[in-house]
């Protein structure tokens, strides 16, 4: 199920109307700990995840792109209604986080950027929520995503001018195995 709700996650990053780019010309720079004179933060250059692509280096995760956003997720095993056979799926428990890597600039502009950034994921993330604006990225392969239960965001110590992870936006939630 990590695969589906990872690539699932991953597409809706990136639509044209609700994905972070979309969104990110629009989030108040002077109101959420920055001014009005804050420069707009950098589009996204990719959106990846740890399924589809080779991210993987003796340091970690070192996306090609940057700026870019990284998408990982995990399922718990534990599903419920398993007594039921005759119930349509399953519900199971979804956690996963998106990883902000910025390009190679000050520490200071990498962490005010990483902020709107990851304050767009979280708009994206909650318009996901929202079924009838995502109807058609919340199923693939029998995996239905039923919502977001939790968001939270956390600030990493990154050292910029290595272009490591510098922010991170956790999420929790629920989807269903439609399959036998």
Known sequence: MHVEVTRMITAWLSHPVYGVNALLPDIPRDLIGGTEEDE?????????????YELDDVLGFNPAKRPSLVVISDSNPEGTDLEQPTKEGHVYSVAGAIGYYPRDVSRGRGRRD?????RAVG???????????SKDYRELNGIKFVRLTKLSFQRTAGAV????????LFFDGIVVNKLP
């Open 40 to 52: 707009e933060p950098e589009e996204m250059a990719a959106v990846y995840n740890d399924i589809d």
């Open 161 to 168: 001018p290595e272009s490591a992870l510098l922010g991170i």
């Open 123 to 133: 708009q994206s993330l909650v318009r996901f929520n929202q079924p009838r604006l």
């Open 114 to 118: 990483g902020n709107y950034v990851l």
